[in-house]
């Protein structure tokens, strides 16, 4: 190679390198530039971020989207974020005539947890008040824990009902119960059953039963038993629905035609139930009497307003007896809307019921036997009362029910617009009479009207049905009320008495036919057809019986009612 051509090859190759070199520090340089400039916090112009977000794509964020992505006019493309939001179709806010009431809460049972008498024993969450264990854990922790469980679901923790020398002060009773590290909660007498009772509560958190068993041993105490609870007897609709005004009820029960005799007049009827509303139109001039055996302060109730409106509505309904007068005994109380009662103030509303000049006493409520209560109906009934209660809420495998269950009281069962049994209505062989108990339209408190099921509001229909039977013959005893209610019923069912409907629905203008107008308290005269008219008619019609025979002896003789129709000159 000359040299020449090696010089040029060699300034070539030294460019070459200056080239790499400067191309090398070029690039170095750069990078420490960048990153300087990200040091000193330049100003720094960045388009806005803020969406401008179509109305159109904002109506369609539905209830499970939590983000979406929208177009924005300026800058980069960003995702908007969208609250999570539940969306509700808008609709006219309406005031309805309803209002909302408690369900039945009485602890029903199966077999499995039943004593020989009947009664509940343990049984998980009955009542909603369990703890939610399985029924299989609570079984198998044996018959130890029986009783305690039993009084969880059907008495009131850590109280009793006892029986106490009448010739005890209140300051007597006091010291009485700190002697047994007791707490008296009331004491007083009840002149029904001439005795003085006390309820008394457990405050140290010893055990029931050792407790009972050393209160029970002092000489001061006579007997002592668990404060038993007691609800009302309603059920709670599905969700409520406008009423029938024309309430079919007063069809099946034949009030229109029964109304043309009598309208219970100058009858009394006390209502042991939860407060009642006395300013509702429905009820005007016909609460004669008020008494809270509980002492509170609550306000008036859905239940005690419907069933006082059952037996003497006379604005835009009609009660069975609109003429009756009621005796408002506010027995039931309690928070959230419920209402509940005990052993106790159920002897107290029951006293000042055969005390205060009731005929009639209406017990839409049930509970377990209770020896108390027995006690005390068996005096009311010997006074000459009539008593009438709810059959029960507690459907087919349900025990007896108290007290619809005791042989002095009327107990009703309960069927729908078909004649069909309600389905929660109790059975057993104490059942007297059925009557309407399904969607009855009903008033309710603040003006308002429910609609409403459950053995309480047959019930009721039934004190007024006999509300009519004492205008019509004052001096009519309980048990030939019971025969008439029973002899004239119209049979439904398997023919003759069932365990379902007992006898069968009551007819009231049947039953006031049945009855002689003899020693009745004098009322407007009657209009419309006369009662021959009529009972002729009535011996024309399908599934009806006749008003002639008096008997009693055998579930045939339902086929065939008694009492001679006699003339009424009022």
Known sequence: MTRKSESRVRAGAYASSVGAALLIAACLGIEVAQAQAIMRTPTISVPTRTPTISPNIASRVGPTVSARAVSVDRGPRTIATIPRTTTSRLRPTTVLPYARYSPNLYPACTAPYRDAGGECLAQPNAGGEGTGKSSKKSAGKGRGNATPAAANLQSFANEFVAEIDGTMSPGDADALARRHGLTRISSESFPLIGATFGLFRITDGRPYETVRREFATDGSVRSVQPNFRYVLQDQKSTSPREGDPAQYALTKLRLPQAHTLAHGANVTVAVIDSGIDTRHPELANSIADNFDALGSAEGPHVHGTGIAGAIVAHDRLMGSAPEARIIAIRAFGGANGGAESSSYIILRALNYAAEHGAQIVNMSFAGPKDAVIERAIAATAARGLVLIAAAGNAGAKSPPLYPAANPNVIAVSATDQQDRLFTASNRGNYIAVAAPGVDIFLPAPDGKY??????????????????????????????????????????????????????????AFAAVMAVPAENATPVAAASGTTKREDAAKRRDEPNSRAIEQPSLSSADDKATVSQTDKSATR
């Open 450 to 507: 429910q609609m409403t099921s459950g053995t309480s509001f047959s019930a009721a229909y039934v004190s007024g049905v006999a509300a009519l039977l004492l205008e019509r013959n004052y001096a009519l005893k309980p048990e030939a009320l019971r025969m008439t209610l029973a002899k004239t019923a119209r049979d439904l069912g398997s023919p003759g008495r069932d365990e379902l409907f007992g006898d069968g629905q009551a007819d």
